[in-house]
């Protein structure tokens, strides 16, 4: 299983962004997909997730309102749309899936994925 994110870079407040996770090596609509994200000297965090089955989704507090993520199962991708981004947004973002054993409510623990993206990077300026 691959996974590889794309879309980051260098925004103004208030900007947008779209991030994209292209999957490979399995079927997406069975597979729960999460974006988390690390800013330098922090812990990585949950920042949105979307169910395997009939597309439910979850987001942290910190982005609730502003971003939404979403699947294209044809071209076996996730996005994360990115509004009103602020300076605190900043970091880089990772895409992942699990092993497909994850219930519902610990799709937000960064523990219970264990395939990643490399990343890309968001900076948002003030």
């Known amino acids: 299983v691959q996974l590889q994110a794309s879309g980051g870079g260098l925004v103004q407040a208030g900007g947008s962004l779209r991030l994209s996770c292209a999957v490979s090596?399995?079927?997406?609509?069975?597979?729960?997909i999460g974006w988390f994200r690390q800013a330098p000297g922090k812990e990585r965090e949950f920042v949105a997730t979307?169910?395997?089955?009939?597309?439910?989704?979850a987001y942290a507090d910190s982005v609730k309102g502003r971003f939404t993520i979403s699947r294209d199962n044809t071209q076996n991708t996730v996005y994360l749309l990115m509004n009103s981004l602020k300076p605190g947004d900043t970091a880089v973002y990772y895409c992942a899936t699990d092993s497909g054993t994850t219930i519902w409510p610990e799709a937000d623990n960064p523990t219970r994925y264990i395939y990643w993206g490399q990343g890309t990077e968001v900076t948002v300026s003030s």
């Open positions: 090596g399995r079927t997406l609509s069975r597979s729960l």
């Open positions: 979307i169910r395997r089955s009939g597309g439910s989704t």
